[in-house]
Every structure is written in C-alpha cells, then in structure tokens.
C-alpha cells in the first residue's frame, strides 16, 4: 500500500492511493498537466492510474477531472447528485454513481462512502480497504460527527482536515460571510476541531496521520502540527508518522 498527497489546500486537493492490484486517485482538482507532473515526481504515469473517486464538486477537488479521466479513459465513481452538479466539464468516459453509505468494489480495494457536513450537494468521505489496512479520507467537513468518528475507526493512515487556526480566521482579511461559513457546521474544520477527531480515532495500529485542507490565509503548518502532536504525544497506543500537506509540492508517500 502507498498512499501520498499530491495536492492539498484551498487552490487544488488529489489523493493518491495504491495497493497490490489498483491505483486510484481521491479527487483531481489540479489541471490533469499537472496531476500528471505530481504523480511522476513519485514514479506513477497517469496512464496507470485505475479509477478516480470523487469526494465532492468544488472546482478545488475535480478541476482536471474531465481532461485527466478523458486522456486516459478512466471510470469516475461519484454521488449521483454530485453529477448531476457537474454541468460544465464535459463528457466522462465512464461514470458510475453512487449513494452515500454505499460500499463499492474495485479490484482488490473496497471502499466505503460515508457522507460529510460541507455547503455542497452531497459531500461524501472514503475509508478504502486494502490487504495491508485501510485508509480514511475526510477533507471538507465543517464538524466531525460521531458517523465520521465510527467510520474512521481503525485506519492504518487517516487523512484529515485540519483547515484554519481560529485565531487567524477571526482577525483576518476574509470578508465576515465568509469567515461565518468556514466556521459554520458546513465549512472546514479547525486545527483544534482536527485533533479532536483525531483523538477519538487512535488506535494502536495507526500508523500515519496526513494533515490536509490547509488555509495558506488563516492557518500555518507549524500550528496545524502543533495541534495534532499534542494529542499524540499524550497518549501510549500508537506513535503515527505526522505529515502536513502542501499545496503546492507532492507530500511525503508512506509505504508499506
């Protein structure tokens, strides 16, 4: 199993996930030239990916959906309602719709779909299923609900949002609607809201933590870090590897 960030903050998020058998990506919201450049830094050819799986609409998660999906003729699993959303992108080669909580089959990978609070029409999260364990994905929420906690349970690498310093959010430059929708229950989550779900979530087989979603406006990496080790150097069952994303480099790829 290998699982890297290509991308991920406010401008362009892509996951990148492989095991024995497939090679998929979570999102493709960079234009497909440079998903390609990203996924050759970590010796992967575009041509080889398998499938995308969608999490949601914003332009920042599917911008080279449609471009990256038509060059190599890959099948796009999303939410029927998060298609029917996508009006301007173009064709899809292959398109299979999916309902919220429904579990999907992909070679040697099954993959729960588990719906998220975020201001769009169905936003869902992942936990994909491996030989070697599974892996959690919740990038938008605007509040981990107890649902979220459940699902994320027992992930061998949990991929969380940890968007905002709520410091920073407070007394910086966005307009006030915007800072209430970032904050509100269908925004992001706060570095302190993060560790929160991520504290709920240990285990003694986690291995890695992925930090994503960063705002380059209203959050640093530093803060973002400081949080999440708080909760982990506090506790004796597991001792993850920590990674904060980056928007604008590949992030580091854990490997089993």
């Not at 890297?4 to 493709?28: P, Q, T």
């Not at 050819?45 to 449609?66: K, N, P, Q, Y």
């Not at 915007?178 to 979530?201: I, T």
């Not at 380059?216 to 069952?237: F, G, K, V, W, Y």
């Amino acid at each position: 199993m290998r699982v890297c960030l290509l991308a991920s903050g406010s401008k362009g998020n892509a996951i990148y996930v492989e095991s024995r058998r497939s090679r998929i990506l979570i999102d493709a919201g960079l234009s497909a030239r440079e998903i390609r450049k990203r996924l050759a830094v970590i010796g992967v050819h575009a041509e080889d990916l398998d499938a995308i799986f969608v999490t949601h609409e914003h332009s920042d998660h599917i911008r080279g959906l449609g471009p990256l999906a038509r060059m190599c003729q890959l099948p796009v699993y999303l939410h029927h309602q998060t298609r029917a959303a996508l009006s301007d992108i173009g064709s899809l080669p292959i398109v299979e719709e999916f309902d919220a909580g429904e579990n999907l089959a992909w070679r040697d990978l099954a993959i729960h779909s588990f719906p998220v609070t975020h201001d769009s029409v169905a936003p869902v999260g992942f936990v994909i299923e491996t030989d070697e364990g599974k892996v959690g994905v919740a990038t938008d929420l605007g509040i981990a609900t107890r649902l979220v906690s459940d699902r994320l349970k027992n992930c061998r690498v949990l991929i969380l949002e940890s968007n905002h310093d709520e410091d920073m959010l407070r007394d910086g430059p966005y307009p006030w609607p915007l800072k209430q929708r970032v904050r509100s229950n269908h925004g992001h989550l706060s570095n302190n809201a993060a560790a929160h779900l991520l504290e709920s979530v240990l285990w003694e087989g986690l291995d890695a933590v992925f930090l994503a979603h960063l705002s380059e406006t209203n959050n640093h990496p530093q803060l973002a870090e400081r949080c999440a080790r708080e909760i982990l150097e506090s506790q004796d069952r597991c001792r993850p590897h920590l990674v904060v994303g980056a928007q604008h480099e590949t992030s580091f790829c854990y490997q089993v």
